[in-house]
């Protein structure tokens, strides 16, 4: 069984600063992949960020960034120079080799002028 | 590129009623998943069809039933409608050269029971 654990319902940045939202899963498979995605007020999901289990080399795209710690089974997301259009709910999932994704209940992430 | 179309994205249905979802992938992609979100339970899955046959089933009653047709477009049907299943029905679709279990989502269906 798989179980994605987001521990803060809330997080608030400045425009411009940096914020980390924190992840921690749990999964039985061997080969297994994480995922951002964000949901904003429209509530399209929109892929942020996608972590391969197997590498070691912590995902970046622009301005996003992930830590991924395997032995601790931490998957948090950096992100830098944050900008009003971020605002929104941040996901993290895991999922194997099937489509069937397991998401955390996200974090709403607020951007202040 | 067009994405993930579902229809209808707004739908009022009493209790006891049924209602079908409909949902085109992404040109090329083959496989198909259905995520139910509410603010209660979150986002939990529901179902997934690859070339027409169902891979993979969530934890829903017999209630909650998908198909996929030769064209890779899905349906998933809800019958006798509870008040709990009020939610936001999001539709994806995975394939092609999106990367490893990558999926992209489609806008959501909001269905409303009353």
């Known amino acids: 069984a798989q179980t994605v654990t987001q521990s803060q319902p809330e997080m608030s940045v400045q425009e411009a600063e940096t914020v980390t939202l924190s992840c921690t899963y749990d999964?039985?498979?061997?080969?297994?992949?994480l995922f951002w995605y964000k949901q904003p007020p429209s509530r399209q999901m929109i892929l942020v960020i996608r972590?391969?289990?197997?590498?070691?080399q912590n995902a970046t795209e622009n301005r996003f960034s992930v830590n991924f710690q395997k032995a601790a089974k931490s998957f948090s997301l950096k992100i830098s120079d944050s900008q009003l259009g971020d605002a929104a709910m941040y996901f993290c999932?895991?999922?194997?080799?099937?489509?069937?994704?397991?998401f955390g209940t996200g974090t709403l992430l607020a951007v202040q002028p | 590129k067009a994405g993930v179309t579902q229809t209808p994205r707004y739908l009022i249905k009493t209790r006891g009623q049924q209602v079908t979802l409909s949902c085109s992938p992404i040109?090329?992609?083959?496989?198909v998943s259905w995520y139910q979100q509410t603010p209660g339970q979150g986002l939990q899955f529901l179902f997934e069809?690859?070339?027409?046959?169902?891979?993979n089933k969530g934890n829903f009653p017999g209630r909650f039933s998908g198909r996929q047709f030769s064209n890779s477009r899905s349906e998933m049907n809800v019958s006798t409608l509870e008040l709990g299943d009020s939610a936001l029905y999001l539709c994806?679709?995975?394939?092609?050269?999106?990367?490893?279990?990558?999926?992209?989502f489609g806008a959501g269906s909001r269905l409303t029971v009353l």
């Open positions: 994806a679709s995975r394939g092609g050269s999106s990367g490893a279990n990558v999926l992209t």
């Open positions: 999964t039985s498979e061997s080969d297994y992949y």
């Open positions: 972590q391969e289990a197997y590498k070691q």
């Open positions: 999932a895991c999922g194997g080799a099937t489509n069937k994704l397991i």
């Open positions: 040109s090329g992609h083959r496989s």
């Open positions: 069809y690859f070339s027409e046959t169902q891979r």
